[in-house]
């Protein structure tokens, strides 16, 4: 998922709907800032027979889209695919052919070279079994810059390198950061410029325990963010920690890095946000209740490293769930929306405050329940920083053997915009109960639609008078469920109206604090 640079998103995905289960095709969809489809109702074919790949797509300083996406055409290759804002492609070029075929969401990434194009980082796996580390920059009109042209700069040291990440220096280059094995399992970084030169790759950090998970964001004044998991053996030997780099790539806080926690219990999972008060927030997996399944923690730091919540995080939620893998974005006011997965079905999101308070009860609010693995999710923040936009896969609404693709908007308040909950049609048009009623102070509103057409859902107060419009658009025929969120009114009876233009009904609810 990406910004199209005008309020709305592009979403890419594999799609089996014309293979079996060993080939699929390159899908994408265009949403306006209303979530509305603007490319055909099932998406755009973008590329064909690619082979389970993850796709990954970086919006360009030109105003157009380059995807990146796997493929075994010609014994394993990863392709770069440029595309305008209908979809229509530009150019499509393979920008390394070696190796084994790369599948995994870390093993390629890329940022734009602010002139087009993009500089990338992937990992290649030969055939003999070692794993390297590349970078090479596609330029706007598709032309390969970084000679050798098959594989890109090697920015491995002695042994392996793998998990490459990359983040851009807001001046055409990019640092990347990645580790190599056999141990000590230093974690490495090189910086390169937009004309493929880069700084001797140096140890950032020794890490005293195995495989580190490494996640890394830009600093916004030319250097990066980095935080990691060490990933060591045992219950009680996995810890996060910070660091920053300038520029230069020269370390700017402790030169072993900042511990953001190195409680007991395993620390993993980890992901990483830079905050609109130019903070950074980390939010990980946590093992501290050890036996007891997994928690979702997070901590803040400041640009000098220092944390700014309670020591070793915040208790985001103590679900009972084995790998939430938390993610998160800025909410554009210093905080974050934090997304979670409970028990691989129920995926929900949280929002905390730049204080560490939360900004609704209970911490977090479902976005989805009883799908398959929640797991795979994206988000951006909405239009003017209004909230966030999840996407998600599930089997809801797509028949036993199918998967699709998801969305909602979260609002600043909690409140959770429009979503399909079915594309089976309704005999006819119809307004349910709303649910919990009397209720405090959320509750969900569904309906059903029985044909295409403008569809308007609104709330009254007792005295007739308008006090919030939840649906007000063109919508397919299907089920909907929208939830309203009461928190600025005042106890008493509320009117909900749905209108369409052959149909109308009202219904009372009760809203008790």
């Known amino acids: 998922m990406v910004t199209d640079g005008s309020g709305g998103y592009f979403i890419f995905w594999t799609d089996l709907r ?47 889209i380059i995807v990146l996406y796997s493929t075994t055409n010609g014994g394993g290759r990863v392709w770069a695919k440029k595309i305008n804002t209908a979809g229509i492609s530009m150019w499509s070029v393979p920008f390394y052919i070696a190796g084994w075929p790369q599948l995994g969401a870390d093993i390629y990434n890329a940022v734009t070279d602010k002139s087009g194009g993009i500089i990338i980082t992937y990992q290649v796996t030969w055939g003999g079994g070692t794993t390297l580390v590349f970078a090479q920059r596609v330029s706007s009109n598709g032309t390969v810059k970084w000679s050798p042209a098959s594989n890109g700069l090697n920015l491995s040291e002695s042994g392996e390198c793998r998990a490459p990440v990359i983040t851009s220096d807001e001046r055409g280059g990019a640092h990347i950061f990645y580790y190599n094995v056999p141990g000590p399992y230093n974690v490495w970084k090189s910086h390169v410029d937009s004309s493929g030169n880069f700084l001797p790759k140096t140890a950032l950090y020794l890490t005293p325990n195995n495989y580190p998970l490494i ?69 990980w997996t946590d093992g501290r209740r050890v036996f007891i399944n997994n928690d979702v923690y997070c901590q803040k730091l400041n640009a000098a490293g220092n944390t700014q919540w309670t020591s070793n995080g915040v208790l985001v939620t103590n679900y009972s769930t084995y790998y939430p893998e938390p993610n998160l974005i800025s909410d554009n006011s210093g905080g974050a929306y934090i997304f979670v997965y409970n028990s691989q079905t129920n995926f929900s999101v949280a929002r905390i405050k730049s204080d560490s308070t939360f900004s609704w009860t209970p911490n977090l609010r479902t976005l989805a329940s009883s799908i398959y693995n929640p797991s795979y999710h994206r988000f951006q923040l909405a239009k003017n920083g209004d909230g966030a936009i999840a996407v998600w896969q599930t089997f809801n609404g797509v028949g036993a053997n199918g998967l699709g693709i998801y969305g909602a908007k979260i609002n600043g308040n909690g409140t959770i915009n ?29 309906f059903g639609i029985s044909d295409l057409g403008f569809v308007s859902l ?47 009904e009202v219904k009372r609810m009760m809203l008790v604090k």
């Open 458 to 504: 609104k709330v009254y107060n007792i005295l007739g008078n308008e006090v919030e419009t939840l649906v007000n658009k063109n919508l397919a025929a299907g089920s909907y469920s929208v939830e309203w969120e009461a928190t600025k009114y005042p106890s008493g009876v509320y009117f909900y109206k749905l209108e369409t233009e052959n149909f109308t």
């Open 18 to 64: 014309n293979y079996g289960q060993n080939e699929a095709d390159l899908y994408g969809q265009r949403l306006d800032a209303a979530g509305n489809k603007l490319w055909t109702s099932a998406g755009k074919k973008i590329a064909d027979s690619v082979f389970y790949s993850v796709p990954k797509a970086v919006y360009t300083s030109d105003g157009n």
């Open 215 to 283: 996640r890394a964001v830009s600093d916004g004044v030319g250097g990066a963010v980095i935080a990691w998991a060490t990933n060591g053996g045992g219950a009680t030997q996995s810890d996060i920690y910070a660091q920053r780099i300038n520029l230069a790539g020269a370390v700017q806080w402790n030169a072993t890095g900042n511990v953001v926690c190195n409680e007991n219990g395993a620390q993993t999972s980890l992901n990483l946000s830079r905050t609109s008060d130019g903070n950074y927030i980390i939010v």
């Open 418 to 446: 429009i979503k399909q909950v079915s594309t089976e049609i309704p005999e006819s048009f119809s307004l349910k109960q709303n649910y919990p009623n009397p209720f405090n102070p959320v509750t969900n509103l569904e």
